[in-house]
C-alpha cells in the first residue's frame, strides 16, 4: 500500500498510451507491435486449498495460519484461519501445517536463458556489443529454454523472471517477462501481456567495451550517447505521429467522400520507413515499455533521472542501485524502483560504496526496494537475500517484519514489471503462483517443498516431482 | 646449513613476535560466561558455559559457572545464551591480495606469461592494511588460506595461511602447501590437453626428487639441465616429502580417479580442491584420506567438467566418511559468505556439526594447525565469536569478535557510508562533513 501513489503516473501514461492506439486502431495498423506473442497455457490442475500454513501475502501481511483457494488457476478466495465451510468440497486440499506459504518468487534481474550453462562462447547471447545503442535485439531471440539452471531457480521458488539484455551498451534491447516453466520454446515461457522492459546501461561497462571502439569513452560520453538516441526516437514518434493523423484524417475523408474513393486513395498518406530500433524507443516515449536501468552510483541515477525528463519518459527502476541509499529520497519522490543486492561489493569501482543495509534504507525512504539476483547462483536463494537484508536493517534499529520484507521479492517486483495486475501476491484472482516452504522463508535451511505456477504443481519434494532439460537428461545424475 | 640458519631466523623472529604479543596482552582475563560453546570437541555443545581467555589464549572451559582461576579483575562479558564459536577458517581465498575486483587493483595471486611455478609465493604480495579484512572479519572469518592461482602453468604456486586480526601481522604460516591446477581450465598450460597437465606435473615431482637427491651436483652444474628453476624446485620439496599438502584442483570426477591413482606412488598429502563431482568418488577419497574443500553454494553445470555439481556434495562425501572444509573461493563472487555456504550445505542434507566444523576445526586440521586453532580448549588461540543467533544464519553476525585474545571492531568503510547517509533530511553542512 505504501507505494501505491508512486506508480500512478506510469500507469496514466500507458493508459493514455493503450486509449491513442485503440483509436487509431481503424486506421491501417501499420505493423504488428506483438510479432512473437505468448503461447503460454497452462494444463488443467485440479481445484486445490492450502490449508495451516503461515501465509506471507506479499503485499505486508501475515496471516498465522491462512488459507487459499485455487480454482482454474486463480486465487479464489483467502483469509485467516481455517477453510470456510463453503470450500470443502474442493478436491485437492494440501496440508501446509508447520510450512509457510509465500508468492512465488520474482527476479527482475536475470541472464538465464541469454547466458545459459553449461558458460561458453557458445551460450554467451546477452550482450549484442557490436554497437552502443542496439535497442533493435529483443532478448527473447537469445533466450534458450532448456538452460539446466531454469529448474535450479524453480528450487528456489522463482516463478516469473525478467531476463535482460547485459549492460554492455548504453541500450541494450528488449527484456522478457517469462514464467518460469518447462517449454520447447520461448514463446511459451513467455508471461502473458507482460509489458517489454529496456535496457539502459550507466557507467563503467558501455565506456570500457566501446572505448576503443569508437565510443563512449567516458562517462559524458555515455549520456551523449543517451540523449542522441532519444532525439532521434523523438523526431521518429513525431513522424509516425503525423502519419497517424493524416490517416486519421484520410479515413474520415474516404467515409465522406465514399464515391471519390480513388482519388481519395491516390492521396492515401505514406507511412514512414520502420526502425526497429526505434520502434523500441518510440514505445518506452509512449509508455508502453518500462525503463531498467542498469546504474551503480547516486550521482548517474541522478543524472539519468534529468535525461528521461529531457525527453518525457518514466524510469521504471534502477537495477543494481548500489548507491540507492544516498538518494533515497530522490527515487521515492520520482517513483523509481531499485532493484539491488543484499551485499555485492567492490567486484569493480562503481560497486565500491555497496553496503549492507542499502535495501533497508531504501525500504525505510518509502521509496520501491526490490531484491534482484543477476546471477544464476544467487537466483536459486533470493529468500537469503532478502533475510540478509533485514537483517542487516534490524541490525541498525528499523524494525523490518518478515512480512514486509517479502515484499522486496514479490509484490515491488511485480510492479516493476507491471504485472502486478496478475501475479505478486496472495490475493483473489491472482494467478495461483505459490511456494510452500519447509519452515521461515528468511532461514537459511527453509527450502521450497511445493512450487505452483498458476495452480500447477511444477515442484514437489514430497514426489521428487521436478522439470528436467532437455541439456540434463543422462548427464546429471540428481540435479540438486 | 643455509636451510638451518634460515630456520633458526624464523624461531628468533616467531619468539620475539610472540612476545610482542604477550607484552600487548598483558590486560586482565576475560570471561565470557553464559554462552551456548560450540566446543569443536569431544565436549559438543555447552549450554550456560563460560570460557576464560588470558594473554591470547583459551585458558579453560567451565560448563557451569566460572572457572576457578578467573581472576577477579576479568572483564566479563555476558553472552546472555548466544553461540560463541571459534573463529571461522575459510579454506581458499585471496583476501589481502587484491583491492578491487574488475581489473581495478592488481591480483597479485595470479601470474601472467611468466616461468614461476611452484617457487611463486603469494605472501610477498600481502596487504594486511587492506580495508577488505575488516569486512570478513565482521562475517565470522578470522582465518584464511589465501591461495594462487594458475595463470601461466598447472602449478600455481605457494599458499600461506594468514589471520585477519591485524595484529601482530597478517602472515601465520608462510608457503604452508603448494597449490596446482588441473581442471580443464589449466590445460591450456599443458598444449591443450589435460592427460598432458597430469604427466608435467608427475615430471616436476620426479624433477623435484631428482634434485633432493642430487642437490650438490645440480648446484656444481653436474646435473642435467631441469625445467623447474631451481626456486620451484625447492618448493616442492615438502611436498614430495609429505610434509606439506599438494592442493589439487579439479572437478571432473574422472580426473580425480586418474590423478589420485597417478599420485599413489609418490605418498603425498593431498588435498582436494573444488570437487565438484567429488561426490561421484567419494569412497575413493575416503579410502585415500583425502580431504576436500568445496564451495558449498556452487551447483551448477557451468562447464562440462562439472556437469555433476549439487548443493548436497558435502552431506554425501561426509556421509562416506571423507573430510570437508569450505572456501567462498573469492572475496567478490556469489558465494562469498563463508557462514550462508555452510547453511546452504546443512539445508541440504549435512549436520549442522559438520557443516561448522567445516569451517572451523576441519580447515585447522586439513591445514596443519588444528594443535592452535579451529576449536574452544586449553591452550588454543582465543579466536572467538559470540554470535547474535545461529552461526550458519543467513540473519546472523558476530556480535563480538576476538582474534588472538583481543577484541578487534566491527566497523567497517561500509558501516562508515551507512553512518553518513544514515538520515537524508539532515541539514546543515552537505554529507561530506558526516
Known amino acids: 500500500m505504501i507505494y501505491s501513489g508512486i506508480f500512478e503516473p506510469l ?7 493503450l486509449l491513442l492506439s485503440s483509436l487509431l486502431a481503424f486506421a491501417a495498423a501499420p ?19 492450502i490449508i495451516g500454513a503461515t501465509i506471507l501475502t506479499g503485499d505486508g501481511a501475515q496471516l498465522a495460519p491462512g488459507y487459499v483457494v485455487i480454482r482454474g488457476g486463480r486465487i479464489t478466495a483467502m483469509g485467516e484461519g481455517s477453510l470456510p465451510a463453503a470450500e470443502k468440497d474442493i478436491s485437492r486440499v494440501i496440508d501446509g501445517n508447520g510450512r509457510w506459504l509465500t508468492p512465488g518468487i520474482i527476479d527482475v534481474h536475470s541472464h538465464l536463458g541469454n547466458y545459459a550453462a553449461p558458460d561458453y562462447a557458445a551460450t554467451s547471447d546477452g550482450n549484442e556489443a557490436t554497437a552502443p545503442v542496439t535497442a533493435q535485439v529483443w532478448t527473447e531471440h537469445s533466450v534458450w529454454p532448456q538452460d539446466p539452471q531454469f529448474p535450479l531457480a524453480l528450487a528456489g521458488g522463482v516463478t516469473t523472471l525478467q531476463i535482460l539484455p547485459g549492460s554492455a551498451n548504453l541500450i541494450g534491447g528488449r527484456s522478457v517477462v517469462l514464467k518460469n516453466v518447462s517449454s520447447r520454446t520461448v514463446q511459451g515461457m513467455k508471461f502473458p501481456d507482460a509489458p517489454y522492459g529496456l535496457k539502459m546501461a550507466c557507467g563503467e561497462n558501455p565506456k570500457r567495451v566501446y572505448g576503443e571502439k569508437g565510443g563512449p569513452a567516458t562517462r559524458m560520453g555515455n549520456v551523449a550517447g543517451y540523449r542522441a538516441a532519444w532525439i532521434k526516437a523523438a523526431a521518429y514518434k513525431e513522424k509516425w505521429e503525423k502519419y497517424d493523423s493524416e490517416m486519421i484524417a484520410f479515413n474520415a475523408a474516404k467515409t465522406k467522400k ?78 523509481i524502483c531499485s532493484a539491488m543486492w543484499a551485499d555485492w561489493t567492490r567486484f569493480k569501482l562503481e560497486s565500491f560504496d555497496g553496503i549492507d543495509e542499502n535495501i533497508a534504507l531504501v525500504d525505510r525512504a518509502k521509496a520501491c526496494a526490490i531484491v534482484h539476483s543477476d546471477s544464476p547462483w544467487g537466483i536459486q536463494r533470493l529468500n537469503q537475500e532478502a533475510a540478509k537484508a533485514m537483517a542487516a536493517g534490524k541490525r541498525m534499529g528499523m524494525a523490518i517484519s518478515g512480512a514486509h520484507a517479502m515484499q522486496w521479492l514479490t509484490l515491488n517486483a511485480a510492479r516493476s514489471l507491471g504485472i502486478d495486475d496478475q501475479t505478486g501476491s496472495v490475493s483473489v484472482n491472482k494467478m495461483a503462483d505459490l511456494v510452500l516452504w519447509s519452515g521461515d522463508p528468511f532461514s537459511v535451511y527453509s527450502r521450497p517443498e511445493k512450487v505452483m505456477i498458476d495452480g500447477v504443481l511444477l515442484l514437489d519434494e514430497a514426489t521428487g516431482l521436478k522439470p528436467v532439460t532437455d541439456f540434463e537428461l543422462g548427464l546429471r545424475v540428481k540435479t540438486l | 646449513m643455509m636451510k638451518r640458519l634460515q630456520s633458526r631466523r624464523v624461531i628468533i623472529m616467531t619468539a620475539l613476535t610472540s612476545l610482542l604479543c604477550s607484552l600487548s596482552a598483558l590486560a586482565a582475563d576475560t570471561l565470557i560466561e553464559n554462552a551456548r560453546l560450540v566446543t569443536g570437541t569431544s565436549q559438543g555443545i555447552l549450554t550456560g558455559a563460560s570460557v576464560l581467555v588470558r594473554d591470547g589464549r583459551i585458558v579453560s572451559l567451565a560448563a557451569q559457572g566460572r572457572p576457578t582461576e578467573t581472576a577477579t579483575d576479568a572483564e566479563v562479558i555476558d553472552a546472555a545464551g548466544a553461540y560463541v564459536t571459534a573463529g571461522f577458517f575459510d579454506s581458499s581465498n585471496v583476501i589481502g591480495l587484491l583491492e578491487m575486483g574488475g581489473g581495478i587493483s592488481n591480483r597479485d595471486y595470479v601470474l601472467r606469461e611468466t616461468e614461476m611455478g611452484a617457487g611463486f609465493q603469494v605472501s610477498l604480495g600481502l596487504n594486511r ?51 596446482v591446477d588441473l581442471t580443464e581450465n589449466a590445460s591450456k598450460f599443458s598444449g591443450g590437453s589435460r592427460a598432458k597437465a597430469i604427466t608435467d606435473l608427475l615430471d616436476a615431482l620426479d624433477e623435484a626428487a631428482l634434485y ?81 574443500v568445496i564451495n558449498p553454494m556452487d551447483n551448477l553445470p557451468s562447464s562440462f567438467d562439472q556437469l555433476g555439481a549439487r548443493l548436497d556434495n558435502a552431506a554425501l562425501l561426509v556421509k562416506a566418511g571423507v573430510m570437508v572444509a569450505f572456501m567462498t573461493e573469492d572475496v567478490f563472487t556469489e558465494t562469498r559468505s563463508l557462514t550462508q555456504g555452510a547453511g546452504v550445505a546443512v539445508a541440504h542434507g549435512l549436520a549442522w556439526q559438520d557443516g561448522l566444523n567445516a569451517v572451523t576445526i576441519n580447515p585447522a586440521i586439513i591445514w596443519g594447525i588444528d594443535k592452535q586453532y579451529g576449536a574452544l580448549a586449553p591452550g588454543r588461540v582465543a579466536d572467538l565469536l559470540v554470535w547474535d543467533g545461529d552461526p550458519l544464519e543467513v540473519t546472523s553476525r558476530p556480535a ?21 547517509y544514515s538520515d537524508l533530511n539532515r541539514t546543515g553542512l552537505p554529507f561530506g562533513y558526516q
Open chain 1, 258 to 335: 465514399s464515391r471519390k474513393q480513388d482519388e481519395a486513395e491516390a492521396k492515401a498518406p505514406t507511412a514512414p520507413e520502420r526502425d526497429l530500433e526505434m520502434d523500441t524507443l518510440r514505445g518506452v516515449l509512449d509508455g508502453e515499455i518500462l525503463v531498467h536501468n542498469h546504474c551503480y552510483r547516486a550521482d548517474e541515477m541522478a543524472q539519468m533521472i534529468d535525461v528521461s525528463k529531457e525527453f518525457g519518459y518514466q524510469i521504471t527502476s534502477f537495477q543494481h542501485a548500489v548507491e540507492s541509499y544516498k538518494i533515497a529520497d530522490l527515487l521515492a519522490e520520482n517513483g
Open chain 2, 400 to 420: 563480538k569478535i576476538m582474534i588472538d585474545g583481543e577484541w578487534v571492531s566491527i566497523q567497517t568503510r561500509q558501516t562508515l557510508l551507512r553512518d553518513r
Open chain 1, 31 to 49: 505493423f504488428d507491435k506483438n510479432p512473437f506473442p505468448s503461447t503460454y497455457a497452462p494444463p488443467d490442475s485440479p481445484d486445490t486449498a
Open chain 2, 129 to 179: 592494511f587492506s580495508s577488505l579484512i575488516p569486512m570478513m572479519r565482521v562475517q565470522g572469518v578470522t582465518r584464511a588460506l589465501v591461495r594462487p592461482d594458475a595463470g601461466s602453468g598447472n602449478i600455481a604456486g605457494q599458499s600461506a595461511i594468514v589471520g585477519l586480526g591485524g595484529k601482530p601481522g597478517m602472515l601465520m604460516v608462510d608457503n604452508n602447501a603448494v597449490f
Open chain 1, 11 to 17: 500507469r496514466v501514461v500507458t493508459g493514455l498510451a
Open chain 2, 212 to 292: 633432493s637427491k642430487h642437490t650438490a651436483a645440480y648446484q656444481a652444474g653436474n646435473l642435467r639441465e631441469l625445467r623447474q628453476s631451481e626456486r620451484d624446485l625447492k618448493a616442492l620439496l615438502p611436498i614430495i616429502r609429505g610434509v606439506k599438502p599438494l592442493a589439487v584442483s579439479m572437478d571432473r570426477a574422472a580426473d580425480i580417479e586418474t590423478v589420485l591413482r597417478q599420485l599413489d606412488p609418490y605418498k603425498l598429502q593431498i588435498v582436494l580442491i573444488g570437487g565438484r563431482e567429488a561426490w561421484q568418488v567419494a569412497a575413493m577419497l575416503a579410502e585415500r584420506q583425502v580431504p576436500v
